[in-house]
């Protein structure tokens, strides 16, 4: 049998034991969220890269059946892009494009989608370059 100066030292102990599990508990509980919303902003940067690279495939294929009008693409506006930057703008948060020719070949051409993240400060791009030979 316990003296009773044994059992009033121990008094509380089982509380201070419960108190500590739920901190422990609780921490455990931050940590997942804060895993969690990692997870969910890099699911949402990898939709945009996949849209993004999606878009300028998009508009490649279009100038592939368009080759006579190669040099009309680097215009934003222009008659064979005005939906496709309208798409990139709706597509995109802040999206924007530019599509540039090379000079001397005139065949490889360089797409590159912009777009920036809400609440970020930093442009993101995705650029695809396509050498587009005249179809004989």
């Known amino acids: 049998m316990k003296s009773p100066k044994t059992m009033k030292s121990q008094a509380g102990v089982m509380l201070i034991e419960a108190l500590v599990a739920i901190l422990l508990f609780s921490i455990g509980v931050v940590a997942v969220m804060g895993m969690q919303a990692v997870s ?11 849209d993004a690279s999606y878009l300028a495939n998009q508009i490649i294929g279009q100038m592939w059946l368009d080759q006579a009008n190669l040099s009309t693409y680097t215009t934003a506006g222009s008659a064979g892009r005005s939906s496709w930057d309208a798409v990139v703008a709706a597509t995109l948060p802040s ?9 001397t070949t005139k065949s490889l051409m360089t797409v590159t989608v912009n777009w920036k ?20």
Not at 40 to 50: D, G, H
Not at 95 to 103: E, L, P, S
Not at 117 to 135: C, H, L, Q, Y
């Open 40 to 50: 969910i902003e890099q699911v949402s940067q990898a939709k945009y890269r996949t």
């Open 95 to 103: 999206g924007t494009a530019t599509i540039t020719q090379d000079a």
């Open 117 to 136: 993240m809400p609440n970020e400060t930093t442009t993101r791009k995705f650029v695809s370059v396509a050498n587009i030979n005249a179809s004989n």
